[in-house]
């Protein structure tokens, strides 16, 4: 018997004790501790002098709660921390200071809580980790921390000033210094830094660079491009910074220019005065070639806002291929960049901004002014094409202006020179050229006379010139190139070659949109064997070429419109597209003034 009640018992406590569980679970019974003492809290750190910040290394900081004095918790707490944007002003206006506060790129809780023990005064430390790599030179940051939460308890509040301050600023790095990687560039602060940028160049491989002051090159006349040799496999990433390279010079051999070829990335820089004199190359001031007209080795560049003021000698060469940035443009890109620039070329292929190009090329967004003069197939943004075109890799210029004086003999135009296929004609060929929303703001287009061997204009023979076609946008064009919304400056002085009557044929008049479903019609005269220009519609009186472009959905996040010329801003502030403003015609303009 007594062994059944023993059993019994046994199975009695056991039932008691599980539903002493479940109700333990269901918060139904056991109770949590409530404090009897409020916690006050505040930040504190060990960092407590200005930082400085490694781009290449990251820097942990160690962050506690501490409690106020006399002011404890009498249960274990668990605390965590945020960053205090709102902070900033006040810290700024109470120590006179003007710090900026830290972006959020460059700080990260990788151990984000710490422990407050009973009655302890001080947590537990949790970890930040802070990295210089996106922050800028010159600029102190502030990084406000606070309490962001405490569990365990309802009885804790923060102390008035609760926050600590991290203070610091991007690390000096000396001249040369760096790793030449994307983390770590070189930096390059003298002359001597950008002539030293050669020997740090690897095949194969992209070597970065980054501009950390304006720099002077006067005198220095023995600048060797960095990347002019076969099988040009040198490859860089040239950060500008927002700096101003001045006086270069360069009349090197092979490819006289900065880069040679450029391999790679060039931005945020600006070249004023410079001067490139040519001996027998094709020739840019930035580069003789962007990219490699083969696409499938890989070797292309792409530009963005770079802009270049300065002359290029090309009278002296017997190549072909001029250009205020390339002479030749194989595969890559032109982004908000520009080309204030006098080019004087006797030879072919001549451009504000590239002389020539091959298949993959996208120009949009730049703008080109002063005076480009060359033989044949010149143009105020680009000279033309290598004349083998593949429709699906189109060659693209979009949203250009230029106000250049464009001077020549044969295919001159506005924007574009030649631009149809070799060996047809261009009723008989579609090579997918795109020129859409640009602006011929020239005040003069001119076709001269040739270029004679003694590098002057003369006219060796006059019979020899009833083909010649130049066009306010394009001056040859095959007619089914797309060729849209593109307007002229309606006080264009322009004239076809001298050799010609001035009859309507080589006179400006107003041509439709054009598609490879719908080409180009021209005016056709006898003895004008191949006059194919474009001179899309003249824009209408008074209207400044900043309405203009945003009549035609320009983006005001890259062009500022409150001049008569449209001005590019320099890097954008926010990362977020912006919706597209309405384009295609002039919404602005009243229907009877077209």
Partial sequence: MKKYISYFIILLSALLLACACDQKENGQQEEQPEAQLKGIFYVGVDETEVMELSASRA???????????????????????????DAVAKYNKAKGTSYVMCPGSAYEFTAPEAMMPKYGRSSTSAKLKL?????????????????????????????????????FKKAYVAPNAGSGTKEDPYNLYTAQDLMGMRELLVEKKITYFRLQNDIDMSGIENWVPLNFASPYELGVDFDGNGHTISNFYCDYSSYPSFFGVLNGKCYDVTFTNAKVVVIDARSG??????????????????????????????????????????????????????????????????????????????????????????????????????????????????????????????????????????????KDVDPGNIFENCIAWNDEIRAN??????????????????????????????????????????????????????????????????????????????????????????????????????????????????????????????????????????????????
């Fill in 59 to 85: 820097r942990t900081v160690l962050v506690r709660a501490l409690a106020d004095e006399g002011e404890v918790s009498d249960l274990v707490l668990k605390i965590t921390f945020k960053a205090d944007p």
């Fill in 131 to 167: 990295s210089g790599a996106s922050l800028e030179d010159g600029i102190t940051y502030i990084l406000p921390l606070t309490i962001d939460k405490v569990s365990g308890t309802d009885k804790w509040e923060l102390k008035e000033d609760p926050q600590a301050y991290l203070i």
């Fill in 285 to 426: 001031i930035l580069a003789g070639y962007c990219g490699l007209q083969d696409a499938s080795k890989g070797i292309r560049g792409d530009c963005e806002r770079v802009h270049i003021q300065g002359e290029l000698d090309h009278t002296l060469s017997t190549k072909y291929g001029a250009g205020g940035f390339f002479g030749f443009m194989g595969t890559g890109s032109l982004h908000a960049c520009s080309a204030d620039v006098i080019i004087n070329s006797r030879l072919n292929n001549v451009g504000g901004l590239c002389g020539y190009c091959g298949k993959v090329v996208e120009i949009v967004d730049c703008w080109t002014s002063g005076v480009i003069t060359g033989g044949q197939r010149v143009g105020g943004i680009i000279g033309g094409t290598v004349g083998d075109d593949d429709p699906s890799i189109p060659i693209r210029i979009a949203n250009c202006y230029t106000t250049a004086t464009v001077h020549g003999s044969f295919g001159i135009g506005g924007i574009g020179g030649y631009f149809t296929m070799a060996k047809a004609t261009p």
């Fill in 449 to 594: 006379t040739p270029w004679n061997s003694e590098g002057t204009l003369g006219n060796p023979n006059p019979g020899d010139m009833s083909h010649y076609s130049c066009g306010a946008i394009v001056g040859w064009t095959a007619v089914r190139n797309t060729l849209r919304s593109c307007y002229r400056n309606p006080a264009m002085k322009y004239n076809e070659n001298i050799f010609f009557d001035y009859s309507d044929a080589f006179s400006l008049y107003d041509q439709n949109d054009v598609s490879p479903a719908s080409p180009l019609v021209v005016v056709e005269v006898a003895g004008a064997n191949y006059n194919y220009p474009y001179h899309g519609k003249a824009a209408p009186s008074g209207k400044t070429v900043s309405q203009i472009a945003k009549g035609l959905g320009w983006s005001s996040s890259v062009w500022d419109f409150s001049g008569e010329l449209p001005v590019l801003k320099g890097k954008s502030s926010s990362d977020e597209p912006e919706a597209p403003e309405p384009g295609g015609q002039l919404p602005d303009f009243d229907e009877n003034e077209f």
